[in-house]
T-cell receptor, first 114, second 118 residues
């Protein structure tokens, strides 16, 4: 069975600092995709970054980067230069090969303080 | 872009009534739409996968007679919560993909519908 684990229910970071949100996954499929989404208090899910299991390089999107360690089955999200607007829930998710279904982790609430 | 809308954004209803939630892809044709449920401070749980012109596929533990899904066109899927009860109160989110199973097909999420059953 596939599973996504986010062990940090909450994280605090000071503005302009970097923060790492942890995500580990479990799957027996050789091909899969990993996603990170941001959910502000308004509720919409905002796509941040994607990493394919066969991608050679770690994904980056602006201030977001994904620290993909395949052997450890981890896909941590790094947010550089945190901004107050980054305060939100962050969900890690996994997509199985040959399906568009997403399995979500329990989320991490990030609070950025001045 | 790829915009998905949901209507209504929030609804309050009496116990025993039925509520319909619409999910529309505004600027693309969505071959597949997904319905999720999110309880307060919890994660998104997939309820069902909806394909245009065919019956929805429900996840284990989701009552298909309780949560009726109709995917009438490539831009519209509806979720009807029948005979709603207070325990059905939740945040319902839909998403849509543009199609194909190969590679990475991003899910575009709607803004969600908050259902409160009194």
């Amino acid at each position: 069975a596939q599973k996504i684990t986010q062990t940090q229910p909450g994280m605090f970071v000071q503005e302009k600092e970097a923060v790492t949100l942890d995500c580990t996954y479990d799957t027996s499929d050789p091909s899969y995709g990993l996603f990170w989404y941001k959910q502000p208090s308004s509720g919409e899910m905002i796509f941040l970054i994607y990493q394919g299991s066969y991608d050679q390089q770690n994904a980056t999107e602006g201030r977001y980067s994904l620290n993909f360690q395949k052997a450890r089955k981890s896909a941590n999200l790094v947010i550089s230069a945190s901004q107050l607007g980054d305060s939100a829930m962050y969900f890690c998710a996994m997509k199985k090969h040959n399906t568009d279904k997403l399995i979500f982790g329990t989320g991490t609430r990030l609070q950025v303080f001045p | 872009g790829a915009v998905v809308s949901q209507h209504p954004s929030w609804v309050i209803c009496k116990s025993g009534t039925s509520v319909k939630i619409e999910c529309r892809s505004l600027d693309f044709q969505a071959t597949t739409m997904f319905w999720y449920r999110q309880f307060p401070k919890q994660s998104l749980m997939l309820m069902a996968t909806s394909n245009e012109g065919s019956k929805a596929t429900y996840e284990q533990g989701v009552e298909k007679d309780k949560f009726l899904i109709n995917h009438a066109s490539l831009t519209l899927s509806t979720l009807t919560v029948t005979s709603a009860h207070p325990e059905d109160s939740s945040f319902y989110i839909c998403s849509a993909t543009k199609g194909g199973l190969a590679g990475y097909n991003e899910q575009f999420f709607g803004p969600g519908t908050r259902l409160t059953v009194l």
